[in-house]
């Protein structure tokens, strides 16, 4: 049984082929059918299963379309060809904290960004101390969230996101920031929910960290799969080519 199926997916972005000053400069240009277009695409034609219970890792350079694919599979964007069946609950950890609040408190981003993730306040509520223990910022959680470094936020990003089981585990370069020790313990999360039946995929620069989590490896090239198969294969082929 699969929890992820896509299917034949492209991401198209149209691009302006010269610089628009203004919006009085763009509709002049568009009444005189001025305006062209070049077609870029962020991912072409891009197909993948992940039985349930299985680790996916994502490699590719820069620009690759990695993000974009992760945000095509979470529902955050729709693609412009192709579909992507997913069976089960979602949980995206990707930018981590982008519905946060500057101006609020760590406690009240707890409840902010939950609600945005779509946590019920009953389950937040009950939550709380399991969340401020996890991220190892109960010094700092009524501080305004202005005033946390990037690794804070992501922190207490991840301790949020993290307070169910998902059926499904969309992971996004989160264990590169912060600290050795929480990156060790947020993959030791990762882990349990994997080894609990969470189906995952994983993007991250680390190709260790790729051969250590994931069970299969799809290799994207300028938006498009060049190869998929077994993790420390595909992660070899990989370094090769770019040493």
């Known amino acids: 049984m699969y929890s992820i199926e896509v299917n034949n997916v492209s991401m198209r972005y149209r691009l302006h082929n010269e610089k ?3 919006i009085k400069h763009y509709f002049i240009k568009k009444m005189k059918q001025e305006i062209s277009y070049t077609d870029f ?6 197909s993948f299963s992940v039985p349930k ?3 996916l890792g994502i490699v590719g350079l820069n620009g690759a379309g990695k ?3 992760l945000k095509v599979v979470s529902g955050i964007i729709k693609p412009t060809n192709g579909s992507v069946l997913t069976n089960g609950k ?3 950890l990707i930018e981590l904290g982008a519905g946060f609040d500057g101006e609020l408190s760590g406690m009240e981003n707890i409840f902010l960004n939950g609600l945005l993730l779509g946590y019920s306040k009953k389950t937040i509520r009950s939550k709380v101390e399991e969340i401020i223990d996890f991220s190892e910022l109960e010094e700092f959680i009524h501080t305004p969230l ?7 936020k992501a922190r207490l990003g ?3 996101a993290t307070i169910t089981m998902p059926d499904i585990l969309i992971v996004d370069e989160v264990l590169s920031v912060g600290d050795i020790k929480f990156r060790e313990k947020s993959q030791k999360k990762i882990k349990y929910m994997v080894d609990n039946g969470t189906t995952a995929i994983f993007v991250s620069h680390s190709l260790g960290q790729v051969e250590k989590i994931c069970d299969e490896v799809l290799w994207l090239e300028k938006g498009s799969v060049r190869k998929i198969g077994e993790s420390k294969l595909i992660c070899d082929e990989f370094k090769l080519n770019h040493k």
């Open 90 to 92: 979602i949980a995206p």
């Open 41 to 46: 695409f962020a991912l072409n034609d891009v």
């Open 20 to 22: 628009i000053d203004s």
């Open 158 to 160: 991840f301790s949020i």
């Open 53 to 55: 219970g299985q680790v």
């Open 146 to 152: 202005k005033n946390y470094s990037s690794g804070m």
């Open 67 to 69: 993000s974009t694919l």
